[in-house]
């Protein structure tokens, strides 16, 4: 037996070099083993015979191997090996590619559960690559795990399986029985073993329903509690200064709707306790602007501004855009990312302490404990989904004369109030509902690959206008495990390079380059040096280059509807009409329709909900909760409210949660708070 706060390297089969990648992970220990949920199942306990498996989704066949080709050099680096298989009824065909040892380990003779998608012409069934398993009758829901290279769904599944048998302590259950019984909620130890292998769906059901309870518990006990502590907190004390000065640094004049929501924080500013706003406005509606000019005016009474953005990319746009604005009204801005070198990472951090630094733009680089502040009046965070809420409130801690900053938070992801509560914590709306005058709506239309080089020509036309353009892939470069048919960035930047656009100049931009190469593309974009560029979601967020009119997004479908409207977001931002190209063969896809149809961020957002349900419209990734595992799961929105309540409940009775019942709910609430932050 061993505990959960074990080494993984305990478990048979783990050694130093696997526990390497479990670390890739943020897998440590037995017990974050346990809570590295799948991500699917696949369904073994109804298998397909061949001849009726279905071409719309994958499925699960038993059959035998009756034979093995050797294999084919197809061209180099890319090698095929076909292996016949039976259920003794009909024949099918599984190609491979580039799989030797994969296709080594199939036997003949022997019978496999295959899962795939099936292909083929009439009766005929072919299938690309798929998973198998040796035949266990045993074998009802086989999880799959999120994976990292060098680890399968099979190791994992079989690690966690000894995890399980080993672990000791997993019979104590945070949740009280009371809590338990209360919610209907299975407990702990079985939810955990049927989370990995369910025996039945009703199981799984339970499973989840449990565990995405206890951490929506969790994250609202922590909410509740930083709550009460930031209202006992006096608030950066600032008075009313005459704005004028900062009116004077734009050529254009506010939206009424900006104007109303500098208002409503300037007048937070000035009381007593500290402001926890929500400032939410759809793509270009100008929240960047609101922003500053809380800057300013926290500046003028003396605090400092941290302004926090969730890439490198964006945090040194905003950097740039904000140090050429306020050098005019004598405030100096500073830039503080990871990729610094550490002497001047040390050189920005000494002028923070010092207070030579005003505003401070940055990555999540601003949490580090050795950021310290001589004067934190205000801690902005931009497109603030994408930081979890620990990491939020790592930042407003760091009062300087135990003061608490004023916190806002910039959003274009519309969230119901329960959400928003959830993610943010209690706090106050101010909405965007108003674009800056003279913006056209950017025209979208959709058309499938064929109709490519049609478009190329529609780009070029636009470049020889001067503007600029974007090409978006869904991948960095073509790899030996990317899904077929997928553009990516690398392949299409040399290919229009020197194919189709070989008189102009043609960028590259992904999340693999280094900052400095990255900082480098984005600035020659931005004058204008580079003319067309190839990028992947990295310039999902933020990226504002006026200029560019055209943006063309290759395989749509594999795009969120509210992840293409801010990818579109990208264009339109300037005087000339604008454009956005979706590439992808599903042409009657409804998703991508109603894109085609709308500018409305709010209207796409709540299309997306309902096309999609909650689940996977509030994922993970979107919110980036990074303690909410199972978030991606949230189906159902009435256990949103039931764990709000059970943790104002537990609250009301015992603030600090000091009673002996609430021992392991406290540990786990803290330890959320503390690994969380990281
Ligand atoms: P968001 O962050 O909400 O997507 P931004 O703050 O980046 O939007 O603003 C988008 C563009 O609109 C920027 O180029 C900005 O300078 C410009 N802009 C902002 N407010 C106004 C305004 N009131 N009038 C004209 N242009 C504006
Ligand atoms: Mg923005």
């Known amino acids: 037996m061993a505990a959960l706060s074990t080494n993984i390297q305990y478990l048979k089969g783990v050694g130093e070099k696997r526990a390497q990648l479990y670390g ?33 989704r994958p499925c699960a066949i038993r059959a035998k191997v009756s034979a093995k080709s050797p294999e084919q050099r197809i061209r180099r680096g890319l090698s095929l090996f076909k292996v016949l298989v039976t259920d003794g009824q009909s024949d099918m065909l599984i190609t491979f590619f580039n799989a030797k040892y994969t296709v080594s380990s199939l036997k003949e003779e022997q019978v496999y559960l295959f899962y795939g998608k099936a292909a083929g012409k009439f009766g005929r069934r072919e299938m690309a690559s798929p998973l198998f398993f040796p035949d266990d009758p045993n074998l009802s829901f086989s999880p799959v795990y999120p ?86 907190e006096p608030a950066a004390l600032m008075k009313p200064v005459p704005m004028q000065g900062f009116y004077s640094l734009f050529p254009f004049s506010l939206t009424g709707a900006q104007q109303r929501a500098i208002n409503d924080c300037l007048t937070d500013f000035c ?124 930042l407003t801690q760091k009062t300087p004369d135990g003061q608490f900053p004023h916190v806002l938070v910039m959003s274009a992801t519309p969230i119901p109030r329960t959400l928003a509560f959830m993610i943010y914590g209690d706090l106050d709306l101010s909405i965007l509902d108003e674009m800056p005058k003279g913006r056209r709506p950017v025209k979208t ?113 594999r795009f969120g509807l509210s992840q293409l409207h801010q990818l579109r977001g990208r264009v339109g931002r300037g005087r000339c009409e604008s454009f956005c190209i979706l590439v992808s063969r599903q042409t009657d896809s409804p998703r991508l329709r109603a894109i085609c149809k709308t500018n409305d961020g709010f209207r796409v957002a709540e299309e997306d909900l309902r096309l999609r349900g909650p689940g996977d419209f509030f994922g993970l990734r979107q919110h980036g909760l990074p303690t909410m595992k199972l978030a991606g799961l949230l189906e159902d929105m009435t256990l949103v409210e039931q764990a709000r309540s059970a943790a104002m409940n537990i609250l009301r009775s015992d603030p600090a949660l000091q009673l002996s019942e609430h021992n392991e709910l406290k540990k786990r609430v803290e330890q959320m708070l503390t690994t969380a932050g990281a």
């Not at 292998?197 to 339970?206: N, T």
């Open 24 to 56: 890739k992970l943020g897998i440590f220990t037995i017990g974050d083993l346990l809570e590295y949920y799948p991500r699917d199942y696949i369904d073994f306990s109804h298998p397909f015979p061949i001849a009726h498996a279905p071409f719309d």
């Open 147 to 232: 994976l990292t290279e060098g680890l399968s769904s099979k190791i994992i599944a079989a690690n966690v399986r000894q995890a399980l048998d080993t672990a000791e302590g997993l019979d104590c259950d945070p949740l009280p029985d009371t809590l338990r019984e209360a919610n209907d909620l299975c407990s702990r130890k079985d939810a955990l073993g049927n989370i990995h292998f369910p025996v039945d769906e009703r199981a799984l059901v339970r499973a989840r329903r449990r565990l995405i309870f206890e951490e929506l518990l969790y994250l609202n006990l922590a909410l509740g509690q930083a709550k009460r502590a930031s209202q006992k």
């Open 271 to 394: 009381r007593a306790a500290p402001m926890n706003r929500l400032l939410q406005g759809d793509v270009g509606s100008g929240k960047t602007m609101v922003a500053a000019a809380c800057a300013y005016f926290s500046a003028q009474n003396g605090y400092q501004t941290a302004m926090m953005a969730p890439t490198e990319i964006l945090a040194f746009q905003h950097y740039q855009t904000w140090s050429r604005l306020f050098q005019n009204a004598g405030i100096s801005v500073g830039f503080l990312s990871g990729s610094l070198t550490a002497a001047a990472k040390r050189q920005i951090k000494e002028q923070l302490a010092a207070g030579e630094i005003q505003i401070i733009v940055g990555t999540h680089a601003l949490l580090q404990d050795s950021v310290l502040f001589q004067r934190l009046g205000l801690v902005i965070t931009d497109e603030q989904h994408r930081f979890g809420v620990s990491q939020r409130m790592a």
């Open 445 to 557: 239309y959709l058309i499938d690959p064929p109709k490519r080089a049609r478009a190329y020509g529609f780009i070029r036309k636009h470049l020889d206008m001067g503007e600029q353009a974007y090409i978006v892939c869904p991948l960095v470069e073509q790899g030996e495990n990317s899904p077929e048919g997928l553009e990516a960035a690398v392949e299409e930047a040399r290919y229009l390079a020197e194919r189709v656009f070989s008189d102009y100049a043609v960028g590259i931009l992904h999340g693999r380059m280094k900052s400095a190469e990255k900082e480098q593309v984005m600035a020659d974009f931005q004058n204008g040096k580079i003319r067309l560029l190839v990028a992947t979601t990295v310039i999902e967020v933020g990226v504002d280059v006026p200029n560019a009119t055209v943006m063309m997004i290759q395989n749509a479908e």
